[in-house]
């Protein structure tokens, strides 16, 4: 079964630093989606993505993130100037549909830890 | 209304037992619902989902009830087997419940 997949599994970065979290979606997905899970908590959601542009984000992802989708396989979410806070499990998902038709399918994660 | 923080809500369960995880909504006009299971060390995993236009639907083992009325989504597991141990979250689109952790006791 296609699933995604998410590099590295664990990013150590000094605060301050900049870090790059890379996805493979589903080759035939057309929706991409990054969340956060800080440790113990729920999954929330950052961005999405449709049509090489952002269709919808949430307050959390301010001028410090954002993403891009360099070629026709990956999508990336860059952090700039990590902070402590930053430390999460971050996901990435896809659908092939919009989230109002169907599930997504999410990766297993990247670790962030802020040093 | 849902609680925010470091603790999650807990069901134990012995194997074998149904069991029954709810889930409440605010938006009365939200459409679709998803039930995804969260293993440690895993991303979330779908489940099964329901639409508003329905009150049931059933899948392998598990059942999703939606009471639009008062806003309310539950998920039973039967027969709960101990792989079933996890965290399970509703969800509407993007939006994400505070999961509720399952634990089967064997």
């Known amino acids: 079964e296609p699933e995604v997949t998410q590099t590295p599994s664990h990013q150590v970065t000094q605060m301050g630093q900049e870090v790059i979290l890379r996805c493979v979606p589903i080759s035939n997905h057309l929706y991409f989606y990054w969340y956060r899970q800080i440790l113990g908590q729920k999954v929330e959601f950052l961005v999405s993505f449709y049509n090489n542009e952002i269709s919808e984000k949430s307050e959390i992802f301010d001028d410090q993130f954002s993403v891009e989708r360099p070629d026709g396989s990956n999508f990336t979410l860059k952090i700039r100037s990590t902070k402590l806070e930053d430390s999460a499990m971050y996901f990435c998902?896809?659908?092939?549909?919009?989230?109002?038709?169907?599930?997504?399918?999410f990766g297993d994660g990247t670790r962030l830890s802020i040093l | 209304g849902e609680s925010v923080g470091l603790h999650l809500p807990t069901l134990s369960v012995q194997e074998g037992d149904n069991s029954i995880i709810n889930c409440a909504y605010s938006?009365?006009?939200?459409?679709?619902f998803i039930w995804y299971k969260q293993e440690s060390g895993k991303g979330p995993q779908f489940i099964i989902d329901i639409r508003s236009n329905m009150d049931k639907r059933q899948g392998q083992r598990v059942t999703v009830l939606l009471n639009k009325t008062v806003k309310h989504l539950s998920l039973q597991i039967a027969a709960t087997q101990p792989g079933d141990s996890a965290v399970y979250f509703c969800a509407e689109k993007v939006t994400f419940g505070i999961g509720t952790k399952l634990q089967v006791i064997p």
């Open positions: 998902a896809s659908s092939y549909l919009t989230t109002e038709n169907q599930p997504q399918h």
């Open positions: 938006n009365s006009a939200s459409d679709y």
